[in-house]
Structures are given as structure tokens and as C-alpha cells.
């Protein structure tokens, strides 16, 4: 199935003839996983709450938007980057109002060290999902990557806003030093 599926991402989503459905409304339910991280006791818990937010942000709109999304996912975890990017472009076609379809695409883009092209994609997921904790992290690593620890410690700050138990929250005191320099 996932061949079948890769064989229809290279052939162009047109040829699915399909129209992507809008994705998830997961507002309620992300406000709520944010308050519960904010709440966490300790970083296990808010781990746990950070994969409650992924599993919310990975739902597609649909199963063949599922299906690219897994895809490409699956691709970079064995490192085929040009298999995910071809999965992922393709999901952005067929589902542009989908959040994750940037951030993943981003995420490539990111680990290719193809970095101010890794921005436009991270902030088209946050146009789309502005709660998006991953994206803004993403975008402060991104930012971290260019040079630009000012910008990289605001949307760091957001994200820890959001969910204070995040890895690269030890990023952050550094990132201040250096603003504190401008």
C-alpha cells in the first residue's frame, strides 16, 4: 500500500481526483492540552501532554491526506529526505490549509540545512495553526541555525508559553545572553 501510495505522490496529486475536506478543528482540545502542560508537575508529564498535542496536530484532514503525511514521515525516519519532501509537497498540494504539511515539509528543509527556505513553511503552519507548539520550536531552531537569536528567543519564549517543558527550553538562557548583547 505505501508503494501504491508513493507511486500516486509522484504521479501528482491531480491524478487522485480528490479535494481535501478542511482539517480537524482541534482548537478546544489544544487549549485544553495547553493548560494541562502549563499545569504538569514535572517533564515526564508534560511530555506526556507535548505526544497528546502531536497526536492532535498528525490527524489529517482525510485518508489520503493521512497516507502522504505517514508517508513522508515514515521516509524521513529513514532518512530518504527526497522520498519525504515528494510525500510532503505532494500533501501541501492536495491540502493547503493543512497545518503540518508545511511544518513537516519544513522539518526537511530544516535537517537538508536548507534554512531561510525552512521559514516560509514554518510560518504558513503557524498562519494556519498560530498555537502550533512544534512549528514556533521548529522556527526557533530555524532561527538559531541563520543567525538570528534574537527572533529565535521570542518564538522560543511562545512556544515555552505554551508548554514550559519543552527540550529546547534550554536554549533559552543563551538565547537571552545574546539579546541582552544587542
Known amino acids: 500500500m505505501k508503494s501504491l501510495v508513493f507511486a500516486l505522490t509522484l504521479l501528482g496529486t491531480a491524478a487522485t481526483a480528490q479535494t481535501c475536506p478542511p482539517a480537524p478543528d482541534h482548537s478546544a482540545a489544544l487549549t485544553a492540552l495547553i493548560e494541562e502542560a502549563r499545569?504538569?508537575?514535572?517533564?515526564?508529564?508534560?511530555?506526556?501532554?507535548?505526544?497528546?498535542?502531536?497526536?492532535?496536530?498528525?490527524?489529517?484532514?482525510?485518508?489520503?491526506?493521512?497516507?502522504?503525511?505517514?508517508?513522508?514521515?515514515?521516509?524521513?525516519?529513514?532518512?530518504?529526505?527526497?522520498?519525504?519532501?515528494?510525500?510532503?509537497?505532494?500533501?501541501?498540494?492536495?491540502?493547503?490549509?493543512?497545518?503540518?504539511?508545511?511544518?513537516?515539509?519544513?522539518?526537511?528543509?530544516?535537517?537538508?540545512?536548507?534554512?531561510?527556505?525552512?521559514?516560509?513553511?514554518?510560518?504558513?503552519?503557524l498562519a494556519r495553526t498560530p498555537r502550533h507548539v512544534a512549528a514556533l520550536t521548529g522556527k526557533a531552531l530555524t532561527l538559531v541555525a541563520l543567525g538570528r537569536n534574537g527572533e529565535a528567543a521570542l518564538a522560543l519564549r511562545a512556544a515555552l508559553d505554551m508548554n514550559p517543558w519543552l527540550s529546547e527550553r534550554a536554549l533559552l538562557p543563551v538565547l537571552e545572553q545574546d539579546e541582552d548583547a544587542l
Request: proline share 5%; net charge negative.
Open 39 to 125: 499545569a504538569a508537575p514535572d517533564r515526564q508529564a508534560g511530555m506526556i501532554v507535548s505526544d497528546k498535542m502531536w497526536a492532535l496536530w498528525t490527524e489529517a484532514p482525510d485518508a489520503h491526506a493521512q497516507e502522504l503525511l505517514d508517508e513522508g514521515m515514515e521516509r524521513r525516519q529513514s532518512y530518504d529526505y527526497d522520498g519525504a519532501m515528494t510525500a510532503f509537497e505532494a500533501l501541501v498540494d492536495y491540502c493547503p490549509d493543512y497545518a503540518e504539511g508545511y511544518n513537516q515539509r519544513a522539518f526537511i528543509r530544516y535537517l537538508r540545512e536548507e534554512f531561510e527556505a525552512a521559514l516560509p513553511d514554518l510560518d504558513a503552519a
